[in-house]
């Protein structure tokens, strides 16, 4: 039942009540036995329905400004509710699934003011002592006033990596999550400036948003639960698993892939440590990034992948002892001086608000890294030493081919089964959004599986894992918010809860970033952060070979605990 009644908007699921007020949620019961899980929602300080605009701008439609808002008895199951004010109009369906009980809202709302980005549905009142689980770095479970997460934004899927939020309680909760598999863009805003329980729910347009008066077309489906956040997360995982077919996926993991136990990130070379580390872990359980693998500095001249001689030892080795080697190749990203770069330069990412190009540059002098936005064409050709490199829309096949066609090569030469192609996780909304109307997000997902399927097929890693890339990735890169700023606590605080790992760990393992050696208090709390949140045991081996050998034959407390676990 879904009924108005003088002002407000019953709701009584198999599994739930629910009062709605205004387009907010005021009441939200479980039925087995009344646990309140929302309070204290003051219906005329906010709008349930805004309009968002650049820069998280917002515009309340509601009932101010000579506005007016109605309700219509659609059916048993739904109730909409229609706004109009002078910043605009909208709809938000209340709903229910017969099946499941879930209260399900749609909002959508429009203006003649052009420049809109999405619509926000406000979630709010949330009990103050639950917490918000999240797939944030790979899952996170905080209270919602912390500053980590607090009056932040968070855009799906390059952040907010499935479109899910769980509010957990001692022994129960309740759940925020839409199925979507048409890759629509989507947000999660974390609190505000003046409150903290509350959640915003962003449902984007798509790029290019100057003339944009308009966004909706995603529904939030709201159940409560009993146990932990496994509970509902298992929910969402059947759901994904349906969605994409994806015990089709499962079914085309390498036989291997189950038995890597632990993993090697950035590895700079030094067939010598492949000896060292042999004595330590069966080498079929060790999966190597190889970064410095290639006759070209790191992150230059993409996308030509030919081995060095070095790096060509390397890899033979390795495969000899029986370890997995993942190159370092890049899905995405193209150096200006590349011969390729102009048949592409107009497909590059732009900024879906300021429109600028989207690119990364890299400071060998100073070791550092960053956006680079250059408005000038002839800047990027320039600066070469500082490695730029533009990023290219997947969404254009002609790209796919090219990055391909070179992956394969490499392919061949050195007789790999297994490819790493950096900043997988980098899709999102552009103003040139739509390229083969693709999303870079879709475009994304097919760039995977393009390359899993050179020669005789490969296993792919990945910077980044979410919802998306992970039914193509076999293994993912994790960051881990905190440890670029030597920030224990805060790398602490966000570890704990391998939400992501219970998600996708079926098929895509994650293992650890970089600076994983264990040498330093930072270094080891990392490790045993990545290893909390449900990563495989990641080290960093030193760049000197000799210092390589050495790391590994007498390992550290936290080195000889990845050697153990791999063992295990």
Known sequence: MVEYRNGKIYIDTLTLEAVVEKGFITSLKSKADGEEFITGVDINRDAALQLIYSDDKSSDISESKFGSIEYYQISDTCVDIR????????????????ETGDLIIEPEAYSSRPGVRACRWNLKGIREDLELVVPLYQGMKLKMDDPIIRNKRWEWPKSWEAGLAILQGKESGFWVRTYDDRYRY????????????????????????????????????????????TVPASVYRDWLWEAYDLAKEEAER??????????????????????????KVDP???????????????????????????????????????????????SMEVDPNHEVFNMLRDFQFRHIENKQLMGWFWDYINRRGGQYNPNANTQMYKHAEHLMMAKIHPGLKTWRHILGVNILRAVEDLSLDAIFIDITLNTMNLHNCLVENMTTTEAMKILIKHVANLGNKLTVGGEGLNEITMQGLSFAQAHLVGIRDADIDTMKRT????????????????FGYSGLSGRDEVSATAMEVDLSRGVLPTISVPDNPAEAVEFVRNPNKAVRKVFDLANS
């Open 186 to 229: 989507k947000a999660l805003k974390v609190g505000t400036n003046d409150e903290y329980n509350c959640l915003g729910f962003d449902t984007e347009a798509y790029g290019p948003i100057d003339n944009n008066l308009a966004a909706g077309g995603l529904a939030w489906r709201i159940n409560v639960y009993k146990g932990d956040w």
């Open 284 to 330: 079929n359980r060790v999966i190597i990034h190889f970064s410095n693998w290639r006759k070209y500095k790191y992150d230059s001249n993409y996308p030509t992948y030919v081995a060095s001689k070095e790096g060509r030892e390397f890899i033979k080795k390795a495969q000899q002892l029986g370890y997995h080697v993942m190159p370092h190749c890049n």
């Open 83 to 98: 706004y109009e004010n002078w910043n605009g109009n909208g709809i938000i369906s209340v709903m229910e699934d017969l």
């Open 495 to 510: 570890g704990g809860c391998p939400l992501n790992a219970f998600l996708f760990g079926k098929l895509c393992k994650t």
């Open 254 to 279: 390498a036989p291997w892939f189950n038995d890597v136990k632990m993993a090697i990130t950035f590895c700079p070379g030094g067939s010598e440590m492949l000896d060292a580390l042999a004595e």
